[in-house]
């Protein structure tokens, strides 16, 4: 078989499954922090689930796997339960972006020490290979989930968090264009422009926690 073809189809296959991964652990992080700070609201929705059918979202699902940055299904927790409102909100909309990059440097960890020396005849060779592509772009897929989810529109992490540090009037008078900043967002998502600045963010990063591991 082809080894460029076998390349591209565990490519694609990396992608799906890394996706699936991001949304399922980034949509059950959002949840379980809301929940451990009192909101049993969100416990009842499902929402705190390991059960990837609990975060799909079919538009944010198809986007990030084409274009990848993307979203999980709504995860709408409930500031209401919260000691302290304020400080919780912003607990629940960091904390899930801070575990995406430590995952994200775990994942270049253990792809750093598995060996490559590709034969598409090789049946080890080929599962080592796809492991590793595996694990790059799950590290690249749950930066970029971080990146994209402070952008402060719903359903994204860093609505709730700009509608809490704004004031009160700043934020209700925002959140009656939320349609238009959300198709303004997706259009230039999908056409390139947005990418192209998330990138080189992304890249940054990618690089950034990239360097402890080349000095092991």
């Known amino acids: 078989m082809n080894s460029s073809f076998i390349i591209t189809m565990m490519s694609l ?11 399922t652990i980034m949509g059950f992080t ?19 689930s390991l059960n990837p059918k609990k975060h799909f979202e079919i538009i944010g699902f198809f986007i990030f796997v084409f274009f990848n940055y993307g979203w999980t299904a709504p995860i709408d927790t409930s ?23 430590l995952i994200a440097f775990v994942c270049q960890l253990i792809s750093a020490f598995i060996p490559l020396n590709f034969t598409s005849n090789n049946i080890l060779s080929m599962l080592q290979m796809f492991f590793s592509v595996f694990l790059s772009v799950l590290a690249m897929y749950f930066v970029n989930f971080a990146i994209f989810n402070l952008i402060p529109i719903y359903p994204l992490f860093g609505q709730k968090l700009f509608q809490t540090l704004l004031p009160a009037n700043r934020a209700i008078m925002l959140s009656q264009y939320e349609k238009i900043f959300q198709l303004i967002v997706i259009f230039l998502l999908l056409s390139g422009l947005l990418q192209k600045v998330l990138n080189i963010i992304s890249v940054f990063i990618l690089n950034a926690i990239s360097l402890p591991i080349g000095l092991l």
């Open 30 to 48: 959002k949840a379980y922090v809301s929940y451990k700070l009192g909101d049993t609201a969100i416990k009842n929705k499902g929402k705190v």
């Open 79 to 101: 500031s209401l339960y919260y000691k302290n409102r304020k400080r919780d909100t912003i607990l629940v909309c960091i904390i899930p972006l801070i575990v995406a990059i």
């Open 13 to 23: 296959l990396a992608k799906v499954l890394s996706v699936i991964v991001v949304i």
